[in-house]
């Protein structure tokens, strides 16, 4: 199914919602206290070497609040934006299903629970916090409401994955994605553009393995490097090369163009709070990046998949 028009001439989460609902749809970010098996010796120690203290859950929920808060909270600043749309509980901090399937049980139940308007569930996780007990309670929740499973991936690059401390391999991402669609939950993957190890050709790979895979949703992201993180330091140490502009608009456009053209593109870049920023200052005009990529897209009259080869 093809939701692309001529203002933007890719899949965008917003025309599939409305597709889909009929109406607006937001997600609203909640925190349910998690850690993550790259943080607690699991997998790993210290997690990926970008990450912030939240657990990328910059904007979420405040965890000391019970979900029934921070969602109100959250939900008034939503209406102030809109008067009308549905919404999606959506726990981002850290690895939303590192816990005993009982607590899972009840904090997914509690967040559909909050408001009638809740239509669905957005889980954010990483591969190695996957198992058939939890795969099992996934698949409850995919049967009583619109379930959407995101994973981390970053790269598929292995230096690069050594690099970041991501700490699982590309086998174990890809058999929870098989594992995931056999049971017919939806997949929506996180990759990362900027790592200086990597060329323009390396981030085009790895949306070409994904391209293989049966995902239905991408959220590209530009690489942020923050305070307080491993990453902040070593370029605060020692700076490395990030991308421009320019270059993050061309390599994003070249992904588009190559990617499978009925997944559903969540977003073209990432939010990093201003106060935590370091590099690169001009990521924080978020609209003027997302309409550098739109509009080398419209000045060679290309669109979404105009590439793609299966």
Same mark, same amino acid.
């Given at each position: 199914m093809s939701l692309m028009t001529k203002e933007k001439p890719y899949n965008t989460l917003n025309a599939f919602y409305r597709n889909k609902f009929g109406k607006k749809v937001f997600k609203i970010s909640l925190n349910g206290d998690f850690t993550c098996p790259n943080k607690d010796g699991k997998s790993g120690y210290g997690g990926c070497i970008y990450?912030?203290?939240?657990?990328?859950?910059?904007f979420a929920?405040?965890?000391?609040?019970?979900?029934?808060d921070q969602f109100a909270q959250i939900k008034t600043l939503m209406l102030n934006k809109w008067n009308d749309g549905l919404y999606i509980a959506y726990f981002q901090a850290n690895t939303n299903t590192y816990d005993e399937?009982?607590?899972?049980?009840?904090?997914?139940?509690?967040?559909?629970? =909050?408001?009638?308007?809740?239509?669905?569930?957005?889980?954010?996780?990483?591969?190695?916090?996957?198992?058939?007990?939890?795969?099992? =309670?996934?698949?409850?929740?995919?049967?009583?409401?619109? =379930?959407?499973?995101?994973?981390?991936?970053q790269s598929i690059n292995e230096e690069t994955s050594d690099f970041i401390n991501?700490?699982?391999? =590309?086998?174990?991402?890809?058999?929870?994605?098989?594992?995931?669609?056999?049971?017919n939950i939806e997949v929506v993957v996180h990759i990362i553009n900027g790592f200086h190890l990597e060329s323009k050709e390396d981030m085009l790979d790895t949306v070409r393995h994904l391209n293989k895979l049966d995902i239905q949703g991408i959220k590209i992201h530009l690489l942020?490097?923050?305070?307080?993180?491993?990453?902040?330091?070593?370029?605060?140490?020692?700076?490395f090369k990030i991308l421009t502009l320019e270059e993050y608009a061309d390599i994003t456009a070249a992904q588009i163009e190559i990617l499978n053209p009925s997944i559903i593109i969540h977003r073209l870049t990432g939010d990093a709070p201003r106060e935590s920023l370091i590099a690169p200052l001009w990521s924080l005009k978020k609209f003027v990046v997302m309409n550098e990529i739109d509009k080398l897209l419209r000045g060679r009259n290309s669109r979404q998949g105009i590439n793609y080869t299966k």
């Amino acid at each position: 199914m093809s939701l692309m028009t001529k203002e933007k001439p890719y899949n965008t989460l917003n025309a599939f919602y409305r597709n889909k609902f009929g109406k607006k749809v937001f997600k609203i970010s909640l925190n349910g206290d998690f850690t993550c098996p790259n943080k607690d010796g699991k997998s790993g120690y210290g997690g990926c070497i970008y990450c912030s203290e939240l657990g990328s859950g910059d904007f979420a929920g405040n965890k000391k609040l019970p979900l029934k808060d921070q969602f109100a909270q959250i939900k008034t600043l939503m209406l102030n934006k809109w008067n009308d749309g549905l919404y999606i509980a959506y726990f981002q901090a850290n690895t939303n299903t590192y816990d005993e399937v009982g607590r899972l049980r009840y904090l997914y139940e509690t967040a559909l629970s =909050l408001d009638d308007k809740i239509i669905g569930l957005s889980i954010g996780t990483r591969c190695d916090a996957l198992n058939d007990e939890i795969y099992d =309670l996934l698949s409850e929740f995919n049967e009583k409401t619109y =379930l959407q499973i995101e994973l981390g991936l970053q790269s598929i690059n292995e230096e690069t994955s050594d690099f970041i401390n991501r700490s699982h391999t =590309l086998k174990c991402f890809d058999d929870a994605v098989e594992e995931l669609r056999r049971r017919n939950i939806e997949v929506v993957v996180h990759i990362i553009n900027g790592f200086h190890l990597e060329s323009k050709e390396d981030m085009l790979d790895t949306v070409r393995h994904l391209n293989k895979l049966d995902i239905q949703g991408i959220k590209i992201h530009l690489l942020h490097i923050m305070k307080n993180t491993k990453l902040g330091n070593m370029y605060l140490k020692d700076p490395f090369k990030i991308l421009t502009l320019e270059e993050y608009a061309d390599i994003t456009a070249a992904q588009i163009e190559i990617l499978n053209p009925s997944i559903i593109i969540h977003r073209l870049t990432g939010d990093a709070p201003r106060e935590s920023l370091i590099a690169p200052l001009w990521s924080l005009k978020k609209f003027v990046v997302m309409n550098e990529i739109d509009k080398l897209l419209r000045g060679r009259n290309s669109r979404q998949g105009i590439n793609y080869t299966k």
